[in-house]
């Protein structure tokens, strides 16, 4: 909880200083912020409690996803320390920003439907500006009104389905709904409409297929920094928001819904590792990539509602911390040539050779190859579905990692061949990169260490 | 103790070779080859031959958990599977080391895949395993796609993906077991075994279907090979050595450990049809050995013709076969090793591989050409030569097995000799012509690697005996298990 105030306070903190003129100090001031929060959370790690009579409560399972947004945050916030070098909007971008955080802080740790609206329009409001930060380039206004309809119109289904659950069952905490909804025999048939739309609404947040199409457009529009905040932090508030609602509130649907469920998740695996292997841009990619792993997440979910959530958990660090080391790289390619175009990787395994390992050992994760953490995530997943039963969902997920391997060794490929120019790059991030390809090898290799919620 | 140390010291030999720079890190990279040679050397010494359990086991907890441990030991059969890796992981460092272009990362990669192959070897836990089975597959992807030839890209992407479907049904395969492990799941080797055991029939036809994939990839049988004779070709001389003779072994070694005694009542019914596949690859590889005219490509082929026979002896799953099938593999590994470098050190002074542009090197290279005749008939299978041993063992437990296959099997020993020969005759014999006149003889260098091949060919051909004799235990043990089992599921 009091890490969600140090981070609303960095946020306000930020917008003050076009004020007060403190511009200088935004950037330094934002990374020790996002320290403290985690400080402050491992603090807290053992004080279970509700908050704002039961708006928010603080669970394992909110805490653990809180301190993986807030650790995901920092390598963000490392890899984009250019995006806030200009001296335009410098405090409004990294206000935005630390409002996104907090949104995503609440969507995992909301107890009420109305705080979860809440998160949900702080976290993407902030994002549409983010989205068209880049204002000279057409491409990213296009992202920015593009994710802002699309984004409106879900937030309308999940709106009208959270009026429709609460016209059944009188209450917005999603706990008090869980009891009305088992303990009551007859409830109106509107019940499932409203469940049905708010499963949509979330689908539009965490990009299933067929939710999905506003996704490649936004990230390859969108500067690369916030395209990997919306694949990193975003995903990750978003899912476990999916998660939570759908394992507390709606659990006693958890049969009816399995064919929803497992409706969306063969179609995100199918079409999503399908049509990535036809891009040749690495953002778009990615945007690709980031789709299909909802499919793996939802595989998870949709084989155990109610004890999946460590397994998710497990999947999502995996994801966000190969993902961010993909679009570190991306982002130097990006500034040196001008596109994140695949052929443009050609030759950096002679160029830059610590870029090109960072790339290979970020794509073998997302790919799922042993000992690295995708592979870990992936194995969890199947372990569970396996063992719920679900062979053949399971070798669908297999098949269409498959496919995975197909494309996310076509950048490995391209920077093997031929030679290239160096590319100079910073020595904090090189840093960077190096500490993050050290923790997707430790999490791989020691999997124990994070299998806490 | 000393297993660990076989498996961790090429790991993290590889990250310093990393951190220096050339020509230190190619003799440090041998140096390290070499002392895994040493240590396995005095393991072997150790062993003990009458025990059929697993010895200089370690059992590590890992991610208790999930009932994974460290648990790695070497029984008669990873003996000799670990003493073909030392031995051979020096001569590969070495064919390389006049050759300069090669950076650091190269022989990262190489320790890397030195130690994964060892873990391969040893590992006594599913998990274990299985992440050994794909790390191995990581550094050879990378040695063949950063230092291959023409159209790398594509060729080495489709090896990966093939192998990685094998895997990847194995892995299911093998969670599926571990889901039926008595009380606390877990990977442990001797629990999946009893897993396996209590299967039905048609699982343990679903479990062993999932394996054979994966193996019969690795190897390659009949008809999974079609990956492997462009990765041969396309690769660097060392990939091609890894891959051809340490790499297949593993899914031979598969076989032997986590196929048969898992679900023995599966292998009992459809072993055969395994067998009659790789008895159609003997024969189908060999006849396209017979007519390529590449000299890279038609050993590839002429490997599969010979993997073939192995799988099938293995599948009869009597005593014969199974000490054929150790002792061909070491053969195997060792002839082709020598072979590759031959037509590695043929392609660099002509700058082909065209058959039909060679001949009449044995005029002025001698010593070239006695050294490949030995190897030659190592291949082909002459009394005296090592490959004698393993194949009149595979061949006679065919034909003991049911005489036709074991006659169809025997045509490898004389479709062998048809393109062993005709190669000999084209490349060596003849003419010289501009292109091979000029062709200088083996140098010092080439010498301290072919030379041991050949003695080695030679001394495994004439007294095998001690080489039998560690894997013999073993061998009856896992026949017995397999025995028991089968009879104790009908």
Redesign the interface.
């Known amino acids: 909880m009091n890490a969600l105030f140090v981070i609303c306070g960095i946020g306000v903190f930020s917008l003050l200083a076009e004020v007060f003129n403190w511009k200088k100090w935004v950037t330094l001031i934002s990374f020790i912020g996002i320290c403290v929060a985690i400080g402050v959370l491992l603090l807290d790690w053992r004080s279970v409690s509700y908050y704002y009579h039961g708006m928010l409560f603080f669970d394992r399972f909110a805490m653990a996803f809180t301190g993986l947004i807030l650790v995901i945050s920092v390598f963000w916030y490392w890899m984009s320390v250019d995006f806030f070098k200009g001296v335009a909007h410098r405090t409004d971008k990294s206000a935005l920003v630390f409002f996104v955080i907090a949104g995503a802080i609440m969507m995992v740790s909301f107890n009420n439907m109305a705080v979860l609206f809440l998160g949900i329009e702080i976290l993407s409001i902030s994002l549409y500006v983010l989205a068209g930060s880049d204002k000279e380039n057409l491409f990213s206004t296009e992202a920015s009104f593009k994710y802002f309809l699309m984004g409106s119109f879900a937030t309308g289904f999940l709106l009208f389905g959270i009026t429709l659950v609460y016209g059944a069952t009188g209450s917005f905490n999603i706990v008090s709904i869980a009891d009305v909804i088992s303990s009551s025999k007859d409830l109106p048939r509107f019940v499932y409409i409203g469940v049905l739309l708010i499963m949509v609404g979330l689908a539009f947040k965490i990009s299933a297929v067929p939710f999905h199409l506003w996704a490649p457009d936004v990230y390859q529009g969108a500067p690369t920094p916030i395209t990997a905040l919306m694949s990193t932090v975003v995903k990750i508030g978003a899912f476990a928001a999916f998660v939570k609602i759908f394992s507390v509130s709606f659990i006693r649907f958890s049969f009816s819904l399995l064919l929803f469920e497992q409706g969306l998740m063969v179609l995100t695996l199918v079409i999503a590792n399908v049509t990535a292997v036809f891009q040749s841009n690495l953002k778009r990619m990615l945007a690709y990539s980031s789709v299909a792993q909802v499919g793996y997440l939802l595989l998870a979910f949709s084989s155990d509602n109610a004890h999946s959530s460590g397994t998710i958990f497990y999947y999502l660090t995996a994801y966000a911390l190969a993902s961010i080391l993909a679009f570190t790289v991306v982002q130097i390619i990006e500034n040196a040539k001008g596109s994140a175009n695949i052929s443009h990787f050609q030759g950096l395994?002679k160029g830059s050779?610590l870029m090109a390992i960072a790339m290979t050992i970020a794509m073998?994760s997302l790919a799922g190859?042993?000992?690295l953490a995708g592979?870990f995530g992936k194995?969890l997943v199947?372990?569970l579905s396996?063992?719920k039963g679900f062979?053949g969902l399971?070798?669908v997920a297999?098949i269409t990692?498959?496919i995975g391997?197909?494309y996310y060794?076509k950048p490995?490929?391209?920077m093997?061949?031929s030679e290239g120019q160096p590319i100079s790059i910073s020595n904090s991030q090189k840093a960077l990169l190096i500490i993050l390809i050290f923790l997707n090898l430790l999490i791989g290799i020691?999997?124990?260490l994070i299998?806490i919620v | 103790m000393l297993t660990v140390l076989l498996i961790f010291l090429p790991l993290l030999a590889s990250a310093t070779v990393l951190l220096v720079k050339q020509p230190l890190s190619k003799f440090l990279a041998f140096v390290v080859a070499l002392a895994e040679l040493v240590i396995s050397i005095i393991m072997a010494f150790g062993f003990d031959k009458t025990q059929t359990a697993a010895q200089f086991s370690v059992h590590w907890q890992w991610?208790?958990?999930?009932g994974v441990n460290f648990s790695v030991g070497i029984d008669g059969i990873s003996m000799l599977l670990v003493l073909l890796t030392t031995v051979l992981m020096p001569g590969i460092i070495l064919s390389s080391l006049n050759n300069t272009t090669k950076p650091p990362?190269f022989y990262a990669l190489m320790l890397l895949m030195q130690s994964a192959l060892i873990g391969v070897f040893t590992a006594m836990d599913g998990f274990l395993f299985?992440?050994f089975w794909?790390?191995a597959l990581?550094p050879v992807y990378?040695i063949c796609?950063?230092w291959g030839g023409e159209n790398r890209?594509r060729i080495?992407?489709k090896f990966?993906?093939y192998t990685?479907?094998g895997s990847?049904?194995m892995?299911?395969a093998l969670?599926?077991l571990?889901?039926h492990t008595a009380g606390k799941h877990s990977f442990d080797i001797q629990s999946l075994y009893l897993a396996g055991r209590g299967l039905g029939e048609s699982q343990q036809v679903f479990v062993f279907c999932a394996f054979f994939l994966a193996f019969a990839i690795k190897m390659p049988v009949f008809p999974f090979h079609t990956w492997q004779p462009d990765t041969y070709t396309v690769a660097p001389l060392q990939g091609t050595m890894l891959l051809s003779a340490i790499m297949l072994k593993m899914g031979i070694y598969g076989v032997i450990r986590w196929l048969i005694p898992v679900v023995p009542v599966a292998v009992n019914k459809w072993g055969e049809v395994a067998m009659i596949l790789a008895v159609i690859g003997i024969v189908y590889a060999s006849c396209i050995a017979i007519v390529q005219k590449d000299f890279k490509r038609l050993i590839a082929y002429s490997s599969i013709a010979h993997v073939g026979l192995i799988a099938a002896g293995l599948f009869t799953l009597n005593r014969i076969g199974m000490q054929g099938a150790m002792i061909q593999m070491l053969s195997h590994g060792i002839v082709v090793f020598g072979m590759f470098y031959i037509v590695e050190i043929i392609f660099e002074r002509t700058k082909t591989r065209d058959l039909s542009q060679l001949g009449g090197i044995r005029n002025v290279a001698p010593l070239l050409s006695s050294v490949f005749i030995v190897i030659m008939l190592g291949s082909v299978a002459l009394p005296l030569t090592s490959g004698f041993i393993g194949e009149f063992l595979l061949i006679n437990s065919l034909v003991q097995y049911q005489v036709w296959i074991g006659a169809v099997a025997g045509l490898t020993i004389i479709l062998g000799a048809v393109y062993m020969l005709r190669t000999f005759q084209k490349v060596m014999s003849g003419e010289s012509n501009p292109v091979t006149a000029l062709v200088p003889d083996l140098n010092y260098h080439e010498r301290l690697v072919l030379y041991p091949v050949v003695i080695l060919v030679l001394v495994i051909g004439v007294y095998p005996g001690p080489l039998l004799n560690i894997s013999e235990a073993a061998v009856n043990n896992l026949l017995s298990i397999y025995s028991d089992l089968s009879a104790s599921v009908k």
Do not use: K, M
């Open positions: 395994l050779p073998l190859i042993p000992p592979f194995y199947f372990t396996v063992s062979v399971t070798a297999v990692s498959l391997v197909y060794f490995i490929v391209v093997c061949q020691f999997p124990d299998r | 991610i208790s958990s999930l990362s299985y992440i794909e790390v990581i990378f796609l950063v890209g080495t992407l990966f993906i990685l479907t990847l049904f892995l299911v969670i599926f571990y889901f």
